[in-house]
């Protein structure tokens, strides 16, 4: 079955710390990997989207990094801001029947208190 | 601003009610997404169109049905509401229809409460 499993479930930091999020994947076959942030009750905004070949991809303050072989991600933020609070998603595509499924992790819920 | 426009944002109905959620994809883009978001869940995939034609369906249940129009938007109906459909519900599009590498954005979601 494909799933995509997110830890933790939640996390709180203070401001300026830096903070991994994890992603761990059963999906076949792969297409990409993406990460999105998502604010309470807005929409979900992409970060990074990773390919099979792609082991890192940065997006200013946001590195993620793909493990294809152990079929791990994770997702680095460094020097957290306030603005950093939100959900934050791992999605891998499946390309299959001529078409991409996107598989959705529940998120990891960060707090980034003062 | 991701371009994807959603209406209405929210929406509060009875149980029994019929409702329709309006989104209009971003300019150019063919490819159109609905989700539904219920309380702290992850998102799940609803049904996908493509220039107009239903392109892939996730867990969508038979009281809901979609379509995207020749101008594109695209609209979401849901039926015989039950308290349980009480959700976000996101669309989203994309450029073309194979998401190998292309980007999905999202709309802001339009919040719809069944008493």
């Known amino acids: 079955k494909n799933q995509v499993e997110q830890s933790p479930q939640s996390l709180i930091i203070l401001e300026g710390k830096n903070c991994t999020l994890q992603?761990?994947?059963?999906?076949?076959?792969?297409?990409?990997l993406r990460w999105y942030k998502q604010d309470t009750g807005r929409g979900p905004v992409s970060l990074t989207i990773m390919t099979f070949s792609e082991n890192t991809k940065s997006n200013g303050r946001y590195t993620a990094t793909l493990d294809a072989d152990t079929k791990q991600s994770s997702l680095h933020i460094t020097a957290s801001q306030l603005s950093d609070s939100a959900s934050y998603i791992c999605?891998?595509?499946?390309?299959?029947?001529?078409?991409?499924?996107?598989?959705f992790g529940a998120g990891t819920r960060l707090a980034v208190h003062p | 601003d991701s371009g994807v426009t959603q209406t209405p944002k929210h929406l509060i109905t009875a149980t029994g009610q019929r409702v329709t959620l309006r989104c209009s994809p971003r300019s150019g883009d063919l490819s159109v997404y609905w989700y539904q978001q219920s309380l702290d869940q992850g998102l799940q995939f609803l049904i996908q169109y493509y220039n107009g034609e239903e392109r892939a369906k996730g867990n969508i249940l038979e009281r809901f049905s979609a379509q995207q129009f020749p101008d594109l938007h695209s609209e979401l109906n849901l039926s015989s509401l039950e308290l349980g459909d009480s959700a976000l519900y996101f669309c989203a599009s994309s450029r073309t229809d194979r998401l190998s590498t292309g980007e999905l954005f999202f709309g802001e979601g339009s919040r719809l409460t069944v008493l």
């Open positions: 999605v891998v595509s499946s390309f299959s029947g001529g078409y991409n499924k996107l598989i």
């Open positions: 992603c761990n994947y059963t999906v076949s076959p792969f297409s990409n």
